[in-house]
């Protein structure tokens, strides 16, 4: 287990990587324009012209939920300050099973998924979320 100084940094040098303009342009548009209600509608757009953002926004947060699963981060300090990764998550969570069966992985996305089944009240919070989502997918419909 990782100490609370090496814990921090860590987090801090993934804050970092949030910063960067290519991460909060692919951030920005998976939050806002990212409503998949099937696996195909994932496949689809990881193909077309924004299949980049989607890349680089699962795989950031898959990075760093290796971090945490594996103990490099507490997962309680996580917690305190990774919220978005539930964010994430909670747009595939529901097509995770097609979307492994589809892109032929079995693993897919396995370390948020033991993330958000570790984080104490990830399911409401990520219902919330959905709810939130929503919202503005119509409002942007």
Request: with cysteine.
């Amino acid at each position: 287990m990782a100490t609370p100084y090496e814990s921090a940094e860590l987090i801090l040098r993934l804050y970092d990587l949030r910063r960067e303009a290519k991460m909060r342009e692919a951030r920005d548009w998976y939050t806002l324009q990212f409503h998949p209600s099937s696996a195909q509608d994932v496949k689809d757009i990881v193909h077309g012209e924004h299949g980049v953002n989607v890349r680089m926004v699962l795989g950031y947060w898959e990075t760093a939920a290796s971090l945490v699963v594996h103990d490099a981060i507490s997962p309680e300090m996580f917690h305190d300050t990774g919220g978005e990764a539930l964010g994430v998550f909670c747009k595939v969570e529901h097509l995770l099973d097609d979307l492994r069966e589809l892109v032929g992985t079995p693993d897919y996305l396995k370390n948020l998924r033991k993330l958000a089944d570790g984080w104490p009240g990830a399911a409401e919070r990520m219902a919330h979320l959905r709810e939130m989502f929503r919202e503005l997918a119509s409002d942007g419909a």
